[in-house]
């Protein structure tokens, strides 16, 4: 017979060392250790929370930003590499599951970021791997497309759980992705504001993609918006005191943890910078499924067919290789060894 999960969490509502990965990663893993301490069991950061949202693409033309740019991607982070492992370390000590939004680099390209949520397991393992699969607005000046392979649900002993990254929690075709695998708990992260003129209040639709995605799935959402500090408002401003005072006058995002039922299980914080605490029991999402299940009995899935690719989008795929001349990186010094591909034996 299953058991059902009853634990705290905390949403990040907290800002990073703008544009430093080093002591952003020190923060992360003291705020993991100190939710941790308060008995939280899952934690939730903002989105690119390592090391900084790129919120100058909406202050100023293309042209005046590439500074901007060249330090976020000196500062971008690897998948697996030494930042990713301190955190995993840090998860593991402390029993604790970690959603960390970080910039993503790859050796692949010297100009690529992409805009990833990672989901690491209490014993320090890779759960899940989410790029955002389309960057938002000005947000397609700093990262590529994502793919589908983070589309998935994971099935942990808190429950059922998945993530998608900001504007992709209005989505409607991700979120059912989701919620068809059984999601109990959903993880979203936004950044500290958007700025337009237009408006559009991210503040209010945090609100509102909270409230459908819980209507919806009948899941739990950890909603965890960064927190825009200070000294990142100096450094986008760059001494122009009408921009800065633009950045202080800013709506700010809100985090919150929201119910089945849409209710609140936690404070909202929005304005001050902290841990935003709530407590989750997944079997409160049990009943509400017997009302509305779109994933079970309240659907037409003869009627509504949805296929998801979820294969990575790769720039070369390698075949095999056939000779010896790919017998390279060992030790010519040693006794001769058998022959085997580098990726099989990585893989090994």
Same mark, same amino acid.
């Given at each position: 017979m299953r058991t059902y999960a009853k634990f705290k969490v905390a949403a990040m509502h907290v800002s990073p060392v703008f544009l430093d990965t080093a002591k952003t990663i020190d923060k992360a893993c003291s705020l993991i250790e100190e939710a941790a301490d308060n008995g939280a069991k899952l934690v939730v950061f903002p989105e690119t929370y390592v090391p900084a949202f790129p919120l100058w693409g909406s202050l100023r033309p293309p042209i005046s930003n590439h500074k901007f740019f060249e330090k976020l991607l000196a500062n971008a982070v690897l998948v697996p590499g030494p930042e990713i492992r301190r955190v995993a370390e840090v998860a593991r000590r402390k029993e604790i599951m970690v959603l960390l939004g970080i910039n993503e680099g790859t050796t692949q390209s010297p100009g690529c970021i992409w805009n990833t949520n990672l989901l690491i397991g209490s014993d320090g393992r890779l759960l899940n791997h989410h790029r955002k699969i389309v960057p938002t607005y000005f947000e397609k000046l700093t990262w590529a497309n994502g793919d589908g392979a983070g589309l998935r649900v994971v099935d942990t002993p808190l429950g059922r759980i998945g993530t998608l990254i900001c504007g992709e929690n209005s989505n409607a075709l991700a979120r059912h992705t989701l919620l068809a695998q059984g999601e109990e708990i959903h993880l979203a992260?936004?950044?500290?504001?958007?700025?337009? @003129?237009?408006?559009?209040?991210? %503040?209010?639709?945090?609100?509102?993609?909270? @409230? $459908? &995605?819980?209507?919806? =799935? *009948?899941?739990?959402?950890? %909603? =965890?918006?960064?927190?825009?500090?200070? =000294?990142?408002?100096?450094?986008? $401003? @760059?001494?122009?005191?009408?921009?800065? $005072?633009f950045l202080d006058e800013a709506e700010r995002c809100p985090s919150m943890v929201m119910g089945p039922n849409a209710e609140l299980c936690s404070p909202v914080f929005q304005n001050e @910078?902290?841990?935003?605490?709530?407590?989750?029991?997944?079997? *409160?999402?049990?009943?509400?499924?017997?009302? &509305?299940?779109?994933?079970g009995y309240y659907n037409r899935f003869d009627i509504f067919r949805l296929a998801v690719d979820r294969s990575t989008n790769d720039p070369v795929t390698f075949v095999r290789p056939r000779g010896v001349r790919e017998q390279l990186d060992m030790d010519l010094t040693e006794e001769p060894i058998e022959f085997r591909p580098r990726l099989e034996a990585a893989a090994e």
């Open positions: 992260n936004y950044p500290a504001t958007w700025l337009n @003129e237009g408006g559009f209040s991210l %503040a209010e639709n945090v609100r509102i993609r909270t @409230e $459908a &995605h819980c209507t919806e =799935a *009948k899941c739990f959402t950890i %909603a =965890a918006s960064m927190y825009l500090s200070d =000294a990142g408002k100096d450094m986008l $401003a @760059e001494g122009d005191m009408k921009m800065r $005072a @910078e902290g841990i935003c605490y709530g407590e989750i029991d997944v079997q *409160k999402c049990v009943v509400p499924k017997q009302f &509305h299940d779109l994933s």
